[in-house]
């Protein structure tokens, strides 16, 4: 069994991306500037927009903090977004879901400037995502794929199992993996929570990626043998022995699953370490393809 070490690849592409910008530093060129928008005072929220801000730093982004109360109205929010699309310096910005419940989330998506949707979210990328063009892969898919390419984890001819169907997770992974080249080329059946006989389709995947949000789901009678699991659950669970009072645990019951896979990630430090290496990469893809129209 080999662990796909989340936290060690994205420090690589962080590396990476700090090359590339010292570089356009060196050459006079303007710096990637992402900005995000935090609306109200969510703690998970906070900590997570905290941590891309840090991010931003660690690989020599501008980075803005729009902070904005929980009682703004739907108005002032797309006002807000109208300004981030106009101005020049920022090449890309996200608006941190959730959003307080007098503001329609699918309002503020729609009302980004797609050219700088970093998180992907918006229909004109989904699109083109689905149609194979160059756009911005929604980050924790994204992070995935990554992952997958990286421990040069085989997808072709393979029957891949994705369980959840969001729109953020589940359903562009089963576009992305049935997509041609690497990784994709593989079978997918997308499951959730109608399908029925989910364990029977489970034991006939290679590969499954779980983004359900329900702790432990994935047990060790419902993976074959040297399948390749990747997951994408994170909960908090209320645990008296632990000092902070609660573990972090994913989908999949790492202990027993893992004695059965080829490939598995560890939560925390699989996949969720990837989707703010993969928010950096695009937002420097934005600020390149930025530079090309000019």
């Known amino acids: 069994m080999q662990l796909l070490d989340g ?76 300004e981030l699309n106009q101005d020049d310096n920022i090449d890309g910005f996200i608006v941190q879901l959730p959003l307080p419940q007098q503001i329609d989330d699918q309002k503020v998506l729609m009302a980004i400037d797609p050219s700088k949707d970093v998180d992907g979210f918006h229909p004109e990328n989904f699109g083109k995502m689905a149609l194979d063009m160059t756009t911005f892969i929604p980050a ?66 290679d590969i499954i990626i779980t983004a359900l949000g329900v702790p432990n789901y994935l047990k060790a009678e419902m993976v074959k043998d040297d399948a390749v699991i990747i997951d994408v659950g994170i909960t908090r669970v209320p645990d008296e022995t632990n000092p902070k009072g609660y573990i972090i645990t994913g989908d999949v019951d790492f202990e027993n699953v893992s004695k059965k896979a080829s490939f598995i990630t560890p939560v925390p430090g699989g996949v969720g370490p990837m989707t703010i290496a993969m928010l950096l990469k695009n937002t420097l893809l934005a600020r390149e393809l930025k530079r090309e129209k000019k």
């Open 7 to 82: 936290k060690k690849v994205s420090e690589d592409i962080k590396n990476e991306i700090a090359e590339v910008v010292s570089k356009m530093k060196n050459n006079g060129e303007k710096v990637p500037h992402l900005a995000a928008v935090i609306v109200g005072n969510d703690g998970a929220s906070l900590t997570y927009v905290g941590s891309k801000v840090k991010a931003c730093e660690r690989v020599g982004f501008e980075s803005t903090l729009i902070k904005l109360p929980s009682t703004i109205s739907e108005l002032e929010l797309l006002k807000k977004i109208e």
């Open 140 to 205: 924790t898919p994204f992070g995935i794929l990554e992952l997958l390419e990286r421990y040069n984890v085989q997808t072709a001819g393979k029957h891949t199992v994705v369980i959840g169907r969001s729109h953020i997770v589940g359903r562009p992974m089963s576009i992305l993996m049935g997509r041609k080249g690497f990784p994709g080329n593989s079978t997918v059946t997308l499951t959730h929570s109608h399908t029925k006989n989910i364990a029977q389709i489970t034991t006939q995947a």
